[in-house]
């Protein structure tokens, strides 16, 4: 299983990223996806998660009204839209599948490799 995240970069606060995060070696309509981070010196964090069908959707306090997570099952993807970015967004960004317990506990079966987001002020 392979999980491959891209689209981090610099951008000023106030402005757009949108994250993709591509699953290979399983069915990716079977698995629960969500999106962590993870800033320096801080442990990581929940973000946001999306159900097999993307007919449910969680996320964390900071992050609703402003990231929105989708999936594409047609090419196996998860995204994660986020606007109205701020400094404190500055984190390591990693996509996962298969949570063993609670979507927001860091305990998933499969971790992509991290793409970092650095928002300027």
């Known amino acids: 299983v392979q999980l491959q995240a891209s689209g981090g970069g610099l951008v000023q606060a106030g402005g757009s990223l949108r994250l993709s995060c591509v699953l290979s070696?399983?069915?990716?309509?079977?698995?629960?996806m969500a999106w962590f981070r993870q800033a320096p010196e801080k442990e990581r964090e929940f973000v946001a998660a999306?159900?097999?069908?993307?007919?449910?959707?969680s996320y964390a306090d900071s992050v609703k009204g402003r990231f929105a997570v989708s999936r594409g099952n047609a090419k196996n993807t998860v995204y994660l839209q986020m606007n109205s970015l701020k400094p404190e967004d500055t984190a390591v960004y990693y996509c996962?599948?298969?949570?063993?317990?609670?979507?927001?506990?860091?305990?998933?079966?499969?971790w992509g490799q991290g793409t970092l987001v650095t928002v300027s002020s």
């Open positions: 996962a599948a298969r949570p063993r317990s609670g979507w927001s506990s860091p305990e998933y079966d499969f």
């Open positions: 070696g399983r069915t990716f309509s079977s698995e629960n």
């Open positions: 999306i159900s097999r069908s993307g007919g449910y959707t």
